[in-house]
């Protein structure tokens, strides 16, 4: 599908895209994810929030073969994927980017979108020599689909220019623009606001929405809970390895043992008021209701 074209037909359909289910990791006498459950709504922005060490990221390398799981198992599209190879999860159609920007520094940023269409090109070391007219077509294909992700992102017009050249928002855009190439079902995302000021957290999100928009489930990790309550379907929230909360932005907010969870934690203190706030308004609204009915 043309990333361009997609216009606006998203909706979460009730089907699970990815399924975690039971999955559990021990690093020596550390459970850093313990019975740990969560569909991932086809069409659908779901967040995994919690406090840092709560183990989210684990969870991301658990999904994409980065790590095998003790015990669980993950399945994707229907299909069993727990403990394959992290090219192998790519070739299934998970793509995501990571907490620590990993590109290729010294390539263009055009070079870096079209490296991310490896795992799609079919042509083998004799078409490449013969240059034969297939290979010349996926060329085509492969540069043509890496402008589209350029452009979806806002970065075509730094297709000439070396990654390491970029600013910090737009090398965060440029490894999107990559995990895209790769023509993905599900797109995670390990806090990709992470950096960022007020204004291109917004682009940022307005970005995420037309990812989705065009048809890509997103999976993502985000310690800003403006971007987390701004564009998430679902939230789930980690402690300590284990889910102690899921469900829509609203209701997490309001879950007790979601703000007792960060209760002391200073680190935390946006995702502490974000929560309070909608507790608060909770309150005030039974109240006015109450009092409505009195009258």
Known sequence: MDYEDAGEWWQVTGKALLRIDNISKNFGGLKAVADFTLDVMEGSI????GPNG???TTVFNLVTGIYSPDTGQVVFDGKNITGIQPHAVVEAGIARTFQTLRLFENLTCFENVVSGQHCRCRSGVIACLLNTKSRREEDARAFN???ECMRLMGIWEFRDELAKNLSYGDRRRLEIARALASR???LILDEPAGGLNENESDELMDKIRQIRDS??????????MHVVMGISDVVAVMEYGRKIAEGTP???QRNPDVIEAYLGSEEDEELLATLKKGAMEE???EAAQEAGEAV
């Open 283 to 285: 309150v005030t609204q």
């Open 215 to 224: 048809g890509i489930t997103v999976f993502l990790i985000e310690h800003d």
């Open 46 to 49: 779901t967040s995994l929030i």
């Open 54 to 56: 709560a183990g989210k």
């Open 184 to 186: 993905p079902k599900l």
């Open 250 to 252: 609203e209701e997490v």
């Open 145 to 147: 689909f890496a402008e």
